[in-house]
């Protein structure tokens, strides 16, 4: 739905993917309201807890292994550009020159 009246236009993803650290089922419970997919995989103490309540622990949630492998891409990527101090740190104080500085050891990479 677009924004009325100034200000950016209200966008949300359709998909997101976590780790586990984002496993909450409050989370999961604000992703679904919202209508957003998500791939977030169990943390250990909370598949045990299911498992040990039974029937009553319910149904795990879904969880997509080759859609959360595509996440390691995008890690891989943040972690290369963090290697330059200047984005790291985010010297530039302007969304507009850091965005420029991103660009810019995007294609260093690159090349």
């Not at 045990?48 to 879904?62: F, M």
């Not at 959360?68 to 302007?94: D, P």
Request: glycine share 10%; charged share 30%.
């Amino acid at each position: 739905m677009p924004r009325l009246g100034p200000g950016r236009p209200r966008t949300k993803p359709t998909h997101v993917i976590g780790d586990k650290g984002y496993s909450s089922k409050a989370i999961r419970t604000w992703l679904r309201a919202r209508g957003i997919a998500h791939t977030i995989p169990g943390r250990a103490d909370q598949i045990r807890n299911r498992l040990r309540r039974g029937s009553r622990g319910g149904r795990p949630p879904a969880f997509d292994k080759a859609v959360y492998k595509r996440r390691n891409v995008v890690e891989r990527c943040f972690n290369r550009l963090k290697q330059w101090r200047g984005i790291a740190t985010r010297y530039e104080k302007t969304a507009r020159s850091f965005q420029a500085a991103v660009a810019l050891a995007s294609l260093l990479m690159w090349a």
